[in-house]
């Protein structure tokens, strides 16, 4: 039986289950990884131009079926989180994302001790926020409870792609590319060939701290 799309307890509007949120009837659609025919990146057997995006790199393939079986907290749906980065949308609703005079809304775990500067020019995975959607997060999320800062972004600009980097085969017959792990790749990089994007990355640029106070007036 399929899941519905279900809105919080509490009235607000809030969907109970993010945008950006795998459902289990989105497996992952065919497509075996393979090396380029110039051997400098990768490629999938039977590409198609709907693969890879405007800079080159070569995408993730999922299925749509947003709202069938159950979510996958956690998961993240490569084409919506895509959709939700280039568009500016919340991440939880799917709507605009909150903007003031200080720039969009994001809601960021705690990661000082994994980007120098940190939130400055750090590539962020996780869409910007709605500011409903914030406040109810912040209620609802233990870790964020513990843990968060909320900032206004001035000048985001997509800087690359997350996503599982590949290496050249083990030898000159192979034509197998060797997975070597999760990585960040910006745009312009001499690895975009080399990776399968899973999540767009945005470097967060010119950021201010919001506080969030869910009593003060917002228009």
């Known amino acids: 039986m399929s899941a519905h799309l279900r809105t919080g307890a509490d009235n607000s509007g809030v969907p109970a289950v993010p945008y950006i949120t795998t459902w289990s009837a989105e497996d992952r659609t065919a497509g075996a990884v393979t090396l380029r025919p110039d ?17 080159g790199a070569l995408w993730l393939r999922t299925g749509l079926a947003r709202g069938r079986g159950r979510p996958r907290f956690g998961a993240v749906h490569p084409a919506r989180q895509r959709r939700a980065m280039r568009l500016m949308l919340c991440q939880v609703c799917a709507g605009p994302a909150d903007r003031d005079e200080r720039g969009v809304l994001w809601l960021l775990g705690d990661d000082h001790d994994d980007w120098p500067g940190w939130p400055e020019e750090m590539g962020a995975t996780h869409p910007p926020v709605c500011r ?12 964020l409870r513990r843990t968060h800062t909320a900032v206004r972004v001035a000048r985001p600009r997509l800087g690359g792609v997350h996503g599982m980097l590949y290496g050249p085969p083990s030898g000159p017959d192979e034509v197998r590319p060797q997975p070597l792990g999760p990585a960040l790749v910006p745009y312009g990089d001499s690895l975009i060939p080399w990776v399968l994007a899973s999540q767009l990355a945005m470097q967060l640029r010119d950021c201010t701290p919001d506080h969030l106070d869910p009593d003060a007036r917002h228009p």
């Not at 490629?43 to 890879?52: I, S």
């Not at 409903?132 to 870790?143: E, G, M, T």
């Open 39 to 55: 051997r400098c990146g990768i490629a999938y057997l039977d590409e198609t131009p709907h693969d890879r995006d405007r800079e």
């Open 132 to 143: 409903p959607c914030a406040l109810a997060s912040l209620r609802l999320c233990p870790y």
